[in-house]
């Protein structure tokens, strides 16, 4: 069965560190990868995915992703934080269930960014 | 000009209740799904209908029932309320597996249920 970890649950910053949050995923197939962003009482916005082609993704607002398939990871970067990246962080792997999207999402990761 | 919305937003009820969650989309996506995150934010896939046909059913109690009247809205239906219900319930929607930019979901504001 497909899963995803994500090893850090809360991650405390200051403004202008550098950010990596780790994800690992088991899926035996093709994968499809995605880090998802929770503002404060918002709703789920894609960062970035990885379909194929070149490992490292660029998302929006200076986030970065490489994924490694030898080590079946997906971790998202950014070299310098701002207090607005406060925001809860999901990493997600599609699974394919009979042929249909099956997007399973990691526990999150909680980034506090302190100005 | 809302892609994927949802209402209500906030629902207080009692336990043993029954309630609805509507949600459309105007994205012309075949693919709508409903998940729930917890407390702990842990998101969780609940169902997802293509073409108003149910393609993925979770492990979820029979008091959820969701119904598809047609592509563009999923609705989902809680019977008998309990307290362990009391969730952020997301709709999301997509194109299906095949298509240009498939496997890209586009959430909801999400619809905050308490039951008392």
């Known amino acids: 069965a497909q899963s995803v970890s994500q090893h850090n649950h809360h991650v405390i910053l200051s403004e202008a560190a550098s950010l990596e949050l780790g994800c690992n995923y088991s899926y035996g197939g093709t994968v499809n990868l995605f880090w998802y962003v929770q503002y404060p009482g918002q709703h789920l916005q894609l960062l970035l995915k990885y379909f194929s082609g070149d490992p490292l993704v660029k998302g929006i607002k200076g986030f970065e992703a490489e994924f490694i398939k030898s080590k079946f990871s997906f971790n998202l970067r950014k070299p310098s934080v701002q207090w607005s990246d406060t925001a809860e962080y999901f990493c997600a792997v599609n699974g394919h269930s009979g042929g249909y999207n099956k997007l399973i999402f990691g526990a999150g990761t909680r980034l506090a960014v302190h100005p | 000009d809302t892609a994927v919305s949802q209402t209500p937003k906030y629902l207080v009820t009692q336990m043993g209740n029954d309630k609805s969650i509507k949600c459309e989309q105007n994205?012309?996506?075949?693919?709508m799904y409903w998940y729930k995150q917890d407390s702990k934010k842990f998101l969780k896939i609940m169902f997802s209908y293509n073409n108003k046909e149910l393609i993925i059913n979770e492990t979820v109690p029979n008091r959820f029932s969701p119904k598809s009247p047609d592509k563009a809205h999923l609705n989902l239906h809680i019977n008998s309320l309990e307290l362990g219900d009391s969730a952020v319930y997301f709709c999301?929607?997509?194109?299906?597996?095949?298509?240009?930019?498939?496997?890209?979901?586009?959430f909801g504001a999400g619809s905050r249920l308490t039951v008392l």
């Open positions: 999301a929607s997509s194109l299906s597996l095949g298509a240009s930019g498939a496997n890209v979901l586009t």
């Open positions: 994205l012309g996506h075949d693919t």
